[in-house]
């Protein structure tokens, strides 16, 4: 089976930008429901983009170990 290329990584970038988006508007609806002024519209696309960042970094680094398989098989 053939190495997959760099496209493999190519959706990070969209999957990043929905994560922060849903987590943007899941603050604004936690700040509206609990009459807060701004302290979850800030903090849950933080808790977003670090779980996003967590997880790339655990894809690449198994892509790495793998030899670029991304773990799933390789030698």
Do not use: N
């Amino acid at each position: 089976m053939p190495t997959p290329g760099p496209l493999r990584y190519a959706g990070l970038g969209i999957q990043l930008a929905v994560t922060i988006l849903v987590c943007v508007l899941l603050g604004q609806w936690l700040d509206r429901k609990m009459g807060t002024d701004g302290v979850f519209t800030i903090l849950a696309p933080l808790l977003g983009f670090g779980g996003t960042l967590y997880s790339l970094i655990r894809e690449l680094s198994k892509a790495d170990k793998h030899g670029g398989t991304g773990g799933k098989g390789g030698a």
